[in-house]
Every structure is written in C-alpha cells, then in structure tokens.
C-alpha cells in the first residue's frame, strides 16, 4: 500500500512536470496570436491581463514646512509664473550629457536658490517661480544613471559597459562631448533595442501586466519606478500651498514612425496621486492611446492634462488634419483630444511655434525665434511649417468644425523651457541654453568664434551627430555649425488663478486661462463681450466687472444677434524687462459661406500716446533702439502699460472667429549678441541681433448663431436598397 502511494504521488508530480511546459507554451501560442495574428477569437484571453499602467499610487509625503499664514484668494485672480517642461538626471538625454541634476535641485532652483551647471557655473534665477514641474522622459526614467552606477546590477551587463562612470567628476568636460554624442547617437538606440527572445518569461510577463517595457533586456522595472516615485516625492515635499506650486509630471516622447516627426507631450497630474509608472511610447506611439490612457486615469479620479510641445519640430504632423493612422477627424476625436490637451506650449528653448513667414506672410513679426529642423533629427532635417505651427492650426480648426468634424484645435497657450539642466534659462543676458556640457558654453553653442584647438573636438562630436558640416566660416572666424543658434531663452507659462495652489492653477489649465511669454515677467489680461465699453478702464473695479460682464481668455463669446463684441486688453510690463512697445490682436476667421480660413494682426494700443493708424492698423515707430556694442536700450520710451478697448472695425457676425492678444517689448539684445559681446566680438552677422520679447494670450472664440449652410462632402458611398 505504500508503494502504491508513492506510485501515485510520482506520477501526479510527473503529470505537473508534463504540464506547466504545456501551459507555458500554450500561453506563448496565445501571446503570438494576440500580438502578431490579431485573432478576435482569442479576447477571452485577455482577461488574464492586468494594466499596470492603470495601478494608482498615492505619493503623499508628510510636509512639516508648509506655509500655515495663506492669503486669501483673489477672487479676480492672481497672475502665477512657472515652468512645465524641466528635465533632470532621470532623462536618457540629460544624464548621457553630463546633468546630475536631481528634482530636488529643480525645485531648489525654481525657489530661487542657485545649482550648478555641469561646467561649473552657477545657474539661478532673478526672481523665483510661483510654480515649477520636473518632467523627465517617461520612456527609459533612470536607466541611463543605472547603467552609469557600477553598484546595480543591470550595468554589469555587457551593454551598459560603455556608460560605467560616465559623469564622474574629471570627465564632466566640453573634451567629453565626442563620447557622450556617440553614446546617444549609435550605442544608446541599440540598447534600448533589444528583446529578450519571444519564449522568456519575462516576455510572459510584459503581455500580462500590459507593460511592454518588461520585455527589453536593458530595462529594469524597479529601477524605473524607483526614479519615477523620487519624481513624485520631491514634487510633493516641494509643494507649498499658497506660496509655491508643484506639480507630478513626465513627458510622453513619441513621434511619426517614418519620417520623425515630433509628437512630444507632457503630461501634469493634479493631485499627489499619479500612475505606479509613466505611460510611455513603449506603450504606444499614438498619442490617441495616450489619451485613452489618460481618459481611464480619469476614471479612478486621477485628472491630466497633456500638453504639446516643439510643433515646430514636427514635419506638420501635430496639427494634422487626420488622425494619427490616416483616418478621417471626426466629433469624437476631436472632444477625446480637447478633453486631454487644453493647452499647447507655443514657446520654448528650441525655437516658438506661433507661426511661420511661410504661413503669415502679411505678418511683420513672424519671422521669431523659428527652428526650422525636426527635433533631434540627424543630419538636421527641414521640417514642413504646415501642420506645425499654433496659428493655422487653430484656422483649420474653425474648417474642420464647418465639416462637422468637430474642433480638435481650441487650445489655450503657454510657454516652458525644456532645459535639461533642472534650471530653465529665460534670461537673455544670462543664458545656459539647454542641453548641459553640449552647449553650456559660447563656441558650442556658435555664439562666438571656434578657437583653434577647439575645432577638431568640435569636428569629432559632430560627426557622432552624422552632422554633415560641421563648423560654417564667416567674417569673424569659423563658428560651430550645431544648430544651437536657432534655440532661445524662453519660455514660461503663466495661470490666473485665485490662489497658488494646485487645484486653482491645475483649474486655470483646464479652463485655458493662461497666457504664455518668451521668459519676460509681461503680464496680460483680455476680455470679450458685447457691453464692455460701460466699464471705466481706469476704475478699480475694471476686472471685476469684466469678469461679469464678458468672458476671459480661453473661453467661448457666444453672438448676440448682430452686435459687435468689445476686447479689453490690459498688458504691463516686467519690472526687470523693456518697456511695452505695442499690443496686438490677431483674429482669424472662417467664411461661412465657403469655409475658407482668413487672419490677420490689428495693433490696438500703441506706447508713448501714439495712435494706431485707422487704415493699416499699425502703431507708428516709437523710436526704441538698442546699442549693440554694449546692448543698452533706449531709455524714457516705451509704456509701463498699455490698456484699451477694442471693437473689431470688421467683424461680420455670421463668422466664427478666434482672437488672441499678442504684447510685444521694445527691442533688447539677443543672448547670441549678449555672448559675442562678452567675449569681445561683434553679433554674428547671421543671427538677428535683436528680439523682442514678447507674451501670447490664450484665444477667446467668437460663436455666432448656427448657420443654415449645410455642407455637402464631395464623394462617399450610395445604398443600392434600404432597409424598412
């Protein structure tokens, strides 16, 4: 009887042995058709998956250094500044260029203290921030520095060799840059490239927790919630209710599969709660899947908002007039996309994407801080204007809704700086660009003439960039050819909003009442309605009964029959920036009759009691110059502020429209004239040597009383028998 037992109990074990390979290989067999074959059939078998994306962990930490002595809320707003794009060491792109940076250092520095750059220097602000996000790269967070730490195990791994104390001190040099270039150009891409083979267990793993990630042999998911929980921690120990606002974020760095072009979003959480990892493009390239993503967020009541960035980097693909897979736009895509991206980043260090030469031709300052190339492309390549910039994109979406498409463009503005360093450089006459040891300094960035000795090195790190010319020769000397001239001190986003906390600022973002501005502390308030010329613009009561009477940047002005709607436009100037030159109102229309998209730029309110001119619509000179020899500006010209009220001298009532405000500063020097002149050279002959600095209101939209147009589309399908 005994016997008989064991006989029994080895045969169940013999059983078990024979099937857990079975099962491991049927569940691979699923896998395969799930992923590969896409067999509908097979959904049942989805439910043995978990969405770890979806996982909500609550980052709360005990702050004992909160502000307890609150102002009251201003019930008509306070203008908050910050920054919502600012990466650290946890970004594959900072850490592989010399940044050590931490988030603490970030929100260190947004509070005023000063940190230091890679190079030695110390990068601080002149005046601290109300509101501050460390958004480093979701897609590979903390796996660079892992490789980096001998200590880990992953970076005894044959592939993380290369990167083995790479930002020890002695090696944190402009030499380095060659190293570091070939790092990201080639080594970083084949990293990140490689599965493990399809029977792994790992492989098993990924599928079944949704997490894609898992399945590459350079990730280690520990490592990578780690870095994203130090994100979220130093977020909360930083926040300070009604004294400085910080916000969870990451950035979703996607991009067309074919021709690169950038789709970049970040994405802001409103609470102290967030996912228990960032949703990344290993998720998904579509940045419909993001929203999805961010739609079921919302359903566990975790809200987001992401927010486009460098349009101008995208081939013409942010604005595009199909979705991401070629198909038609309709009402649904465009509700799922404004639900999830109120706002847009209109400007920021590479380069401003209000709009182009090439799209605004009768507009005398479009020509503004263009970056012409798609980001991180090698060689730097053109990237197409049409679909890439803010202002066409909201004119085709007044086409797209006269095609009852819905509109997917009725975004409101803001700036940020997309530094790599943790500090953003807003400062023209004290610029550290962006992307740490690469151009932290003059003759990288091609401010100022190469030094002899310097060349090769320059030569050698352009070439890991598949740069094809490296230096360009000019009058002065031969200048680094980088692509770095193209790149400014801007931006910064700015909310109204009752007080400096999270939920009224996050609030401001969702109702796009919020401006932006190329790093000037400029402030700008507008108004629509159809009674506003009964407010004194002088009376202390002037935003008060504006707000009553009208609505506000990035709202809807519904049509009152025929009446013609009245602006208020209040801008004033930064206390350390040029004075106010003029204040503009761009408008941009649709022909109810046709469809067909018009704009066009009226300057409202000129300085010094000039008049604008009834017939072009412009402010005459003012007379505002600047020495580029020391670049002082002229003094005593130029307002403090300009306020007006402004009826639109033709305004067709049947046409919906969209206005925003555009304030523009007297001239000031350019940080590459500021660089030439500390070095003692002249500007480079081939950058403008003036900007003017410059703030964008969120839009108000003008709704007129629905049409009896009906639009009848060219084409589509004829039944050939209906059914009763």
Known sequence: REKLTMNVKSKKIIYLLLILPVMYVG??????????????????????????????????????????????????????????????????DAYVFGITATPDDAYRYAKGEGIKHPLGYEMKLREPLDFYSVTDHGFYMGMIQAFSDTTTDISKNDFAKPFHNLNRKENLTVESAGERSDLFSSIIGAVIAEPFPNWHPRIIKAWLTKNTQQALKSFD???????????????????????????????????????????????????????????????????EDLWTWQDAMRDKGVDTVSIPHNSNGSNGQMF?????????????????????????????????????????????????????????????????PSGGYVREAYLNGLTLEFTQQGNPYKFGLIGSSDTHTGAGAFD????WSKVGLLDGDAENRGSVPLAPENRERLEEYMAAFNQPQS?????????????????GASGLAVAWAEENTRDSIFKAFKRKET???????????????????????????????????????????????????????????????????????????????????????????????????????????????????????????????????????????????????????NPTCRWSTWDAIKRGFKPREDLHDTIQERAWSSPIWYIPSPSDVVVVPLGGTLPIRTSN
């Open 221 to 287: 998911y520990d490592i990578h919630k780690s870095a994203w929980s130090d994100i979220a921690r130093s977020a909360n120990e930083h926040n300070d209710p009604g004294k400085f606002t910080t916000f969870i974020g990451y950035e979703f760095t996607t991009s067309t599969d074919i021709e690169g072009g950038n789709l970049h979003r970040n994405v802001i959480f409103n609470s102290s709660e967030a996912s228990i990892r960032p949703w990344t493009r290993i998720d998904s390239l579509n940045p």
């Open 27 to 92: 569940l691979l067999i699923i896998m395969d058709f799930d992923v590969n074959q896409k067999r509908p059939i097979l959904n049942i078998f989805k439910s043995l998956q978990s969405d770890s994306a979806l996982e909500v962990v609550d980052f709360s930490v005990e702050n004992t250094n909160l502000n307890t002595d609150l102002p009251k809320p201003n019930k008509d707003k306070n203008p908050y500044y910050g920054d919502l794009h600012v990466h650290t060491k946890y970004s594959f």
């Open 428 to 431: 023209e006459s004290n610029y």
């Open 320 to 384: 595009e007039m199909e979705s991401f897979l070629g198909r038609a736009i309709d009402q649904n895509y465009s509700d799922k996309r404004m639900r999830n991206e109120p706002l847009v980043e209109i400007t920021q260090v590479k380069g401003t994407s209000e709009t182009h030469p090439l799209l605004s031709p009768d507009d005398n300052w479009a020509d503004f801080e263009i970056m012409d190339a798609r980001v991180g492309s090698r060689p730097p390549t053109y990237s197409r």
């Open 515 to 665: 401006f932006a501005t190329t790093g000037s502390r400029i402030a700008v308030r507008f108004f629509g309605g159809f009674n506003l010329s009964s407010i004194d613009l002088n009376s202390e009561s002037l935003v008060s009964e504006a707000y009553k009477k009208g609505v506000t940047m990035g709202a809807d002005l519904i049509s009152d029959g025929e009446k013609s709607p009245e602006f208020i436009v209040w801008a004033q100037k930064d206390k350390n920036g040029a004075s106010l030159q003029r204040v503009q109102i761009i408008k941009g229309w649709m022909d109810t009759t046709s469809g067909r998209p018009n704009e066009k730029v009226f300057d409202v309110a000129c300085s010094d009691g000039l008049k604008v001119d009834p017939i072009t619509h412009r402010c005459p000179d003012n007379g505002a110059r600047v020495n580029i020899s020391d670049c002082s500006i002229s003094q005593n010209i130029g307002s403090t502020e300009l306020k007006t009220l402004w009826k639109d001298p033709e305004f067709k009532s049947s046409d919906k429209s969209f206005y925003y405000v555009r304030v523009l500063e």
């Open 471 to 487: 230096t360009i020769a000019l009058e002065q000397g031969d200048y680094a050819n980088t692509g770095f001239t193209q790149w």
